[in-house]
């Protein structure tokens, strides 16, 4: 079952201002943000959020490690009235379950930029370390970048964790 609020509360690990399903639905006809409340994907604890504002063309879909702390975000652009492109991943690494809900308590942050045409740009940056690594690749496979526009209320392709895994049982 999929949930609706006006942002995620990170600060409290919880939906923002609530939105019911017809809020939400109207929200995403106008291109106006919301986020969709994904149950805990399998062997996870926390949900997964799915944000999409259709007015920037963007969507993104953020994974929560079980204390509730951002651990991946997709970032996908719209191309066409029909498909999207991930064009970016962000994952942070916390040095244990005790680190506070911030972004700044990651010990670890890594960033990988997608292009189109197979240039992908991994930037990781350790604070532990002091040390930032950039590495360039060109001729990358960027298929399963690709993804249709969902329908309002299916949402599970594009928040699907492991990118190289599809999604057979889609439903309208």
Known sequence: MVNYCFKWNHADNA???????AEARVKDGAGEEYTAVMPPRPGAASPTLVTPVWKTGVVVVTFLDDPGRKATEYTFMKKTDESL???RAHLWTYPNDQAGLRLSDASVHETVHYREDGYVKRVVRNKVEHVQETVEYTDVPVDTNWEP???????????R???DQPVTDRVP
Do not use: C, K
């Not at 939906?15 to 399903?21: D, I, K, M, V, Y």
């Open 15 to 21: 939906p923002g201002e609530p939105l019911t399903e």
């Open 161 to 163: 964790f492991e990118r």
């Open 149 to 159: 526009v969902p329908p309002f209320g299916d949402y599970r392709s594009i928040a």
């Open 85 to 87: 492109f991930l064009v």
